[in-house]
Nanobody
C-alpha cells in the first residue's frame, strides 16, 4: 500500500504562483511514476503532469506546459507541483497519484483545492 497526502492548495490571484506537495508513505520503494491530476466543478478529471520516480522524465498536459513544473525529493518521498502564471481556468481540486508499474495509477490522494481569482 502507498498513502498519498497533498498539501499547499489555496486561493491566489491570477498570475500568481502556488506549490503543491504530495507526501508518499508506505511501499514507496515500489513507486514507478507519480502524477498530478485535477478536476474542476462539472468537469472530468484531467491529467496535469507526471514524473518517473527514479528517472528525470516528466510529461505535461499542453494546457500547463511552460507554467507548471513537477519535481521530486526521493529522500523525502515527496513530489511537488510548482504552478506559475496561474489562470482562473486552473481552478480545481488537484490530486496526486502513484503508479507501481506502467499503466493505471494505483493510489490517489485526497485532493487539495486550488482557486485562482481573476
Amino acid at each position: 500500500q502507498v498513502q498519498l497526502v497533498e498539501s499547499g492548495g489555496g486561493l491566489v490571484q491570477a498570475g500568481g504562483s502556488l506549490r503543491l506537495s504530495c507526501a508518499a508513505s508506505g511501499r514507496t520503494f515500489s513507486l514507478y511514476k507519480m502524477g498530478w491530476f485535477r478536476q474542476a466543478p462539472g468537469k472530468e478529471r484531467e491529467f496535469v503532469g507526471s514524473i518517473r520516480w527514479s528517472r528525470d522524465i516528466t510529461g505535461y498536459a499542453d494546457s500547463v506546459k511552460g507554467r507548471f513544473t513537477i519535481s521530486r525529493d526521493n529522500a523525502k518521498t515527496t513530489v511537488y507541483l510548482q504552478m506559475n502564471s496561474l489562470k482562473p481556468e486552473d481552478t480545481a481540486v488537484y490530486y496526486c497519484a502513484a503508479q507501481l508499474s506502467a499503466g493505471e495509477y494505483n493510489y490517489w490522494g485526497q485532493g487539495t483545492q486550488v482557486t485562482v481569482s481573476s
